[in-house]
C-alpha cells in the first residue's frame, strides 16, 4: 500500500535551507552543512552515481529511503529555485542535469502550466498546477505502490501535512544552528496532524526523528 | 567544574509554549503536552513533592538532570508572566508556591529590581538587573561546583547560546505540532554556536537531543 513520506534534513533551529539562497547556493549560506550527514554515505553516493563511502546504520537508512518510494512531489523552488513563467527561468531543466538521480516520475507543484518532461535513468518532470492533492493523487497512482516521497521544499511539506495526507514523516537533525533561513515548520495545523514516534538507530552525527502520523 | 546547561522540551515544531499564554495557562495553548513525557516519571514526581511513577531510561535522565545543578538562571516571565515593575505583578512569588521546587538559588533576569526572595525548601530567588552574563556569573559562583541550569523561557536560552557561554543543550522533542507560539531557536548567531551530539538513550514517547558546546 502506498504511503505518503517526507524524509528530510533540518538544522536543529529548524531550517531546511540557510538564508540567502541562489541558483549558485541553493541551500543558502551553510545550507549545506545540513547534508553533511549523508554525503559520505554509501548509499548516498551510490544514489548519486558515485563509489564509495561511509557503511552502517546511516547508510542503510538512506538506501531504505531510496527504495521506498514510486514517485516524487516537489516545489517549484525546489526543482530549480525560480518562479514565474518558465520561460525566464535559467534552471527550467532542474538542478540535477540530464539524469536526475531519482529515476521515477516526479510531481513539480507550479502556478505555471507546462509539458512534461523526460530525463534520462527514467526520471520524468510533471508539472501540476492544480495543488497539493492532485498531486498527491498523480504520484500515488504512478508510484505502482511504492511510496510517493515528498522531497521538499518547506512549502511543499507544510501543504501535505496541512491537507492531513501525510503518512510518515522522518527528520534527520543537523548539529548545526544556521540563526535564520527556510523554516520546516511554519504555520503548520497542529489540530489536523497527531504524531506517533518510531524508533530510530542512533548516530554518531545526526539525530534520525521519524513519526507516524495517527487518524 | 561548574557547567552551563540548558534542558527543555520543545514541540517538533520548535515552540517552547503554544500560543496565548496566560496567567491561568502559563504555557499557553496545549503547551502541556510538552511535557506529557516527564509528568508520569518517579523521577519528575519525586522533584515535585510526589509518590509513584514510572521507572526507566526517562525518569533515569530526570533525575540526574535534578541532581546536577546547584543554581538556575530564567527569566522574568518564566518567574512569573508578568512585566513591568514588581508592585503591579499578581504572581510576585513566582508560579510555585512557598515551596518551589528547585531547592537551589535562582537567577531572575529583570529588568526591575527588588531584594532577595527566599523561600521555603531551600529557593532563594535574586533578581538581576544588569544582564545574563552577570546572572550566570552569580549563578556559577552560587552553584558550589554544581552546574547552573538555563531553565528558560526561550529568551533566556537564546542569550545564553549567543553570549557563547552554553557547554550543553538538552532538547527533548515531543511529538507534538503546536503551530505557533514561543519558538526555542529565533535569532541564533549560528557562527557564534559549535554543537557536538552526545548519545542518548531511545525513549517511544520523546527523543532527547545532547548536545557539548565546542569552542
Redesign the interface.
Known amino acids: 500500500m502506498t504511503r505518503i513520506t517526507v524524509d528530510i534534513s533540518m ?4 531550517f531546511v535551507a540557510g538564508p540567502d539562497p541562489s541558483l549558485d547556493d541553493p541551500l543558502g549560506k ?1 545550507g549545506m552543512e545540513l547534508h553533511e550527514w549523508a554525503f559520505r554515505l554509501a548509499a548516498w553516493r551510490s544514489a548519486h552515481g558515485m563509489d564509495g563511502g561511509e557503511t552502517g546504520p546511516d547508510s542503510d537508512l538512506v538506501a531504505e529511503h531510496v527504495a521506498s518510494y514510486g514517485a516524487v512531489v516537489m516545489g517549484r523552488r525546489m526543482y530549480s529555485g525560480g518562479e514565474g513563467g518558465w520561460d525566464a527561468d535559467p534552471n527550467a531543466r532542474g538542478w540535477w542535469g540530464d539524469d536526475p538521480p531519482f529515476h521515477v516520475p516526479v510531481f513539480v507543484l507550479t502556478s505555471h502550466p507546462r509539458e512534461r518532461l523526460d530525463m534520462d535513468g527514467g526520471t520524468t518532470f510533471h508539472f501540476v498546477t492544480d495543488g497539493i492533492d492532485t498531486a498527491l493523487d498523480r504520484a500515488v497512482e504512478a508510484a505502482g505502490g511504492r511510496d510517493v516521497h515528498v522531497a521538499g521544499g518547506a512549502g511543499a511539506v507544510q501543504q501535505v ?1 496541512n491537507a492531513g495526507r501525510l503518512d510518515e514523516l522522518t ?1 534527520h ?1 543537523a ?6 533561513g527556510t ?9 489536523r ?1 497527531k ?3 518510531v ?2 538507530p ?6 534520525h ?1 521519524r ?1 507516524r502520523a495517527i487518524r
Chains 1, 2 share one sequence.
Open positions: 538544522s536543529l533551529d529548524g551553510r501535512l527528520v537533525v548539529p548545526v544552528l544556521l540563526g535564520s523554516r520546516l515548520f511554519d504555520g503548520i495545523d497542529g489540530d496532524v504524531l506517533e514516534p524508533p530510530m542512533a548516530s554518531p552525527v545526526v539525530t526523528l513519526y
